[in-house]
């Protein structure tokens, strides 16, 4: 019987222990990957709290890459959709346009408003993509994993900042994964975690956000054309 | 400067809170799938629709619990033979569809002994299998549900013509496995109900004779 019950565990043990499933993919583009000065990519961990009724609000996940004179702008996740209920998806511009710009600069409160930018390699950038148009495809075939997009958001953003570090450190990292050691899971409703789990990030990682000051040229004009417009259906003043 | 926006925010393409349209479309996903026989297939129309089956998850080059849940499943083959490819049916669906071709099912298959009548091995684009994978076996719990080696660990019986789901663990006995089986069975009718009960009725008396009470419950 105890024989049988050790084969068992050793049976378990070691599939357990089989590599990572998924993303089995190689690092070698990254490594040869080589900066460009005429071509940037950003990643933006956004979110805010206060909108819906339970006091969370909009979390995503916003990408910016810069080449000469285009710009391409785009985010997903949880956002409000035209009557201020929570929805998942593409985000539109005139919510995400909000984070185009530090919050902080605009003179919004800390406890209100996370914003995490993040300069990255063109193959993390591909990659982060890669990840938000996979969920695009869920959300377009009516193909998400959980009963509630707010588990779905959490899988998006935990997938995405994981990307991040597949192939080196990118970011100090926040395990989020509903385990023993995982307070922010262990403390918030599902809606609020990827904000919680953004102001960890960015907690951690302060050093590596990029300021205002420090964003291109282009991707500065879109922030003023932004803030030019603070009117816009759904720009959402931050409280 | 050129804009361009990465994503088109539609209302087709996005969900709102507490619409129906937010959830998967269909409780059992209709995917696109490849049996070890490269036949192509749709797992709710072709294999689960109107059916008992009993599905797992696995993968060729799993050599811990992959081949003791395959074995187990074998036994549960053996005692159900006559069932098998008439009314009960087996799949085993791969964890990693972008290794495990057809051909690679079917190699595993015939490693175990597993080429039986009513059992296929299925793999398919990977989108859908994670799909699948979450339809059928998730816990609504995110360190859980990450693990796909988690999932390979469960066996998940449905009856469809009842709308029916159960779950066993194949690593439990043999016996118990055959149980949860049972519990997904079409209803019987009256009769063979009443032919069941004399049967067992008769089981008990004998006991009683041999031992003075009921010995086996």
Redesign the interface.
Known sequence: MQTKMFL?A???????H?PA??GAESCEAEANWKASDTERHFVVLAGRTGVFYERSGPTFVM?MREAG????????GVHA?ANG?????????SEYEVFLSDPAALGHTKSSAVMLRLEVSGPQYERV?RV?R?W????????????D?A?DN??LV?QATEELNRCRQALVPYE????LDDAI?EHNIALRIPFEYFRELKARNVARHVSDAAMPA?LR??TLTAQRDPQAPGTGKIK | MKRRELFVGTSGNTCVQGTRACGTADLIPNVALRTHDDVPVRFYDDLVKGRQVVINMMYANCEGLCPAVTSRMVEVHRALAPRMGRDLFMYSITLKPNEDDPAALRAFADMHGALLPGWKFLTGDAFDIDTLRFALFRHNHIKFDLDPNFHAGQLRIINDSINRWVHVTPLASKATVLQHISWADPPKSMEQRMQDNRALQDEIGREVAKYGYRKVI
């Open positions: 068992r050793l049976a378990l043990l070691t599939c357990l089989a499933l998924f990408l004179d285009e710009v391409d702008l785009g985010a997903f959709d209920h929570p929805a998942f998806g593409a985000v539109p511009a993509l938000l996979t695009e495809r869920r959300v377009a075939e009516r193909a998400l994993l959980y009963p997009f588990l959490i899988l935990k989020l994964d509903w385990g899971s282009q004009m879109a």
